[in-house]
């Protein structure tokens, strides 16, 4: 006769032996191998997800002449039900899949698509695709996005591919996806529509929704997205020219030798800081993602702060993407800017690039006054008055300045041990 501790005991190597089964069976789902487990799984998508598969071809809407992108393309499934559309010239299909071994499956059951140009695959990670920007005009998979380790950088990857007013189907039913997660075949939590549509939002998809479908007696999901491609250019356009009419008080900003792509700033040192009397310089660079990326900033005129280190680098939330940092599309520049500009004043102390600066300002403060007004005097104080009214071209100083950072740059990297990175 069994005892408790007897039964609770076999219970126990029970749940560990299920947890291990499904976290096995989690990982061959997402990354199926040539193996046993791999080629069951193999059948299992062939059988299982066909419906899937074909109805977010369909739900596509694909016109002939599109360039059609699948992501987790699986075993082929989908790669032939879409190809079948594609019947003028111009059309192209693109499949990429994470698994080698369903990409040697897919790869042989199109290969003659494959052969006459048709088709094109890819063994990759959906974050990092060997893709040229805006070039697809639809996207569809099914059963997908919950194993991927970052749904953000996958939406992010997929938004960069797209054209604009794009198209992009996900097909899932949600009740076994559920029960799945439930059991721990799914990672984490974002098996979540929720996850994943907040990440295409974030990304810059809109029209971002989920619809239940009815196909005979099965009841499945899709959810739709359309690329939003806010032209850099016309933004950016608007935001000098806000900068021109309405600057931010000791802030501006100016477009360099007609690149849209590489702008110039000067902030006045604050009222009452060791800053005060000087004329910083900042190089800001847009990346072709903006605003769903933020503006690389980075100082020219030497400053001693805690968040600034001697090649300029800026620590600041606002510079970074989340889960880490609070960019987002609503800020822009002159937001930024402003915010460099109360950092200045306000240095954050706990999350330095300069260890030694942030220790000097936490407990010897009147030294690190004293150092920071130095090197606002030898860096930062213009001898030519009405720069900020009417000379946005660097003066000597500041070319001076710039100079000097850039030949620090290379000198003060051997200095590491005194700084900490930003994450």
């Given at each position: 006769m069994?005892?408790?501790?007897?039964q609770?005991?076999?219970?126990?190597?029970t749940?560990?032996?299920?947890v291990?089964?499904?976290?096995?069976?989690?990982?061959?789902?997402?990354?199926?191998?040539?193996?046993?487990?791999g080629?069951?799984?193999?059948?299992?998508?062939?059988?299982?997800?066909?419906?899937?598969?074909?109805?977010?071809?369909?739900?596509?809407?694909?016109?002939?002449?599109?360039?059609?992108?699948?992501?987790?393309?699986?075993?082929?499934?989908?790669?032939?039900?879409?190809?079948?559309?594609l019947?003028?010239?111009?059309?192209?299909?693109?499949?990429?899949?994470?698994?080698?071994?369903?990409?040697?499956?897919?790869?042989?059951?199109?290969?003659?698509?494959?052969?006459s140009?048709?088709?094109?695959?890819?063994?990759?990670?959906?974050?990092?695709?060997?893709?040229?920007?805006?070039?697809v005009?639809?996207?569809?998979?099914?059963?997908?996005?919950?194993?991927?380790?970052?749904?953000?950088?996958?939406?992010?990857?997929?938004?960069r591919?797209?054209k604009?007013?794009?198209?992009?189907?996900?097909?899932?039913?949600?009740?076994?996806?559920?029960?799945?997660?439930?059991?721990?075949v799914?990672?984490?939590?974002n098996?979540?529509?929720?996850?994943?549509?907040?990440?295409?939002?974030?990304?810059?998809?809109?029209?971002?929704?989920?619809?239940?479908?009815?196909l005979?007696?099965?009841?499945?999901?899709?959810?739709?997205?359309?690329?939003?491609?806010?032209?850099?250019?016309?933004?950016?356009?608007?935001?000098?020219?806000?900068?021109?009419?309405?600057p931010?008080?000791g802030i501006?900003?100016?477009?360099?030798e007609?690149?849209?792509?590489d702008?110039?700033?000067?902030?006045?040192?604050?009222?009452?800081?060791?800053?005060?009397?000087?004329?910083?310089?900042?190089?800001?660079?847009?990346?072709?993602?903006?605003?769903f990326?933020?503006?690389?900033?980075?100082?020219?005129?030497?400053?001693?702060?805690?968040?600034i280190?001697?090649?300029?680098?800026?620590?600041h939330?606002?510079?970074?993407?989340?889960?880490?940092?609070?960019?987002k599309?609503?800020?822009?520049?002159?937001?930024?800017?402003?915010?460099?500009?109360?950092?200045?004043?306000?240095p954050?102390?706990?999350?330095?690039?300069?260890?030694?600066?942030?220790?000097?300002?936490?407990?010897?403060?009147?030294?690190?006054?004293?150092?920071?007004?130095?090197?606002?005097?030898?860096?930062?104080?213009?001898?030519?008055?009405?720069?900020?009214?009417?000379?946005?071209?660097?003066?000597?100083?500041q070319?001076?300045?710039?100079?000097?950072?850039?030949?620090?740059?290379?000198?003060?990297?051997?200095?590491e041990?005194?700084?900490?990175?930003?994450?």
């Amino acid at each position: 006769m069994k005892t408790k501790e007897t039964q609770s005991l076999q219970g126990e190597r029970t749940n560990t032996a299920n947890v291990m089964w499904a976290e096995k069976l989690g990982k061959q789902l997402g990354r199926p191998t040539r193996s046993v487990g791999g080629w069951l799984v193999g059948k299992l998508l062939t059988v299982r997800n066909q419906v899937l598969e074909e109805n977010a071809v369909q739900l596509c809407g694909i016109q002939p002449g599109d360039t059609v992108l699948e992501l987790g393309h699986g075993p082929g499934l989908g790669l032939q039900s879409a190809a079948k559309l594609l019947t003028e010239p111009t059309g192209r299909l693109i499949g990429v899949d994470y698994s080698e071994y369903m990409h040697q499956m897919a790869s042989e059951r199109v290969k003659d698509l494959v052969a006459s140009g048709k088709v094109t695959l890819h063994h990759c990670d959906v974050a990092a695709m060997p893709l040229d920007n805006s070039i697809v005009d639809k996207v569809f998979h099914c059963n997908c996005y919950y194993f991927w380790p970052d749904l953000r950088k996958g939406a992010s990857e997929i938004h960069r591919v797209m054209k604009p007013g794009g198209l992009m189907v996900t097909t899932l039913r949600l009740s076994n996806v559920a029960a799945m997660a439930a059991k721990r075949v799914m990672p984490g939590e974002n098996w979540r529509p929720e996850a994943y549509m907040a990440a295409l939002r974030d990304s810059g998809f809109t029209d971002v929704r989920i619809e239940d479908k009815q196909l005979k007696n099965i009841t499945f999901q899709a959810i739709y997205a359309t690329a939003l491609k806010m032209q850099r250019t016309s933004r950016l356009k608007r935001e000098l020219q806000m900068l021109s009419t309405e600057p931010p008080p000791g802030i501006i900003c100016w477009q360099t030798e007609e690149q849209v792509d590489d702008l110039r700033a000067q902030i006045v040192g604050g009222t009452g800081t060791p800053y005060e009397g000087g004329l910083f310089s900042l190089e800001i660079k847009v990346p072709e993602r903006y605003p769903f990326e933020p503006p690389k900033m980075r100082f020219l005129t030497p400053i001693y702060h805690p968040n600034i280190d001697n090649s300029g680098r800026i620590c600041h939330d606002a510079l970074k993407l989340p889960p880490k940092g609070a960019w987002k599309p609503s800020l822009n520049i002159s937001a930024v800017l402003s915010s460099i500009q109360l950092l200045m004043a306000e240095p954050n102390p706990d999350d330095p690039l300069m260890a030694d600066i942030s220790s000097e300002f936490k407990y010897n403060k009147q030294l690190f006054m004293e150092k920071a007004r130095k090197w606002t005097q030898e860096h930062a104080v213009q001898r030519n008055t009405g720069v900020m009214e009417g000379n946005k071209e660097n003066t000597p100083d500041q070319k001076s300045s710039s100079r000097k950072r850039e030949s620090l740059t290379a000198q003060e990297e051997a200095e590491e041990p005194a700084k900490k990175t930003c994450l």
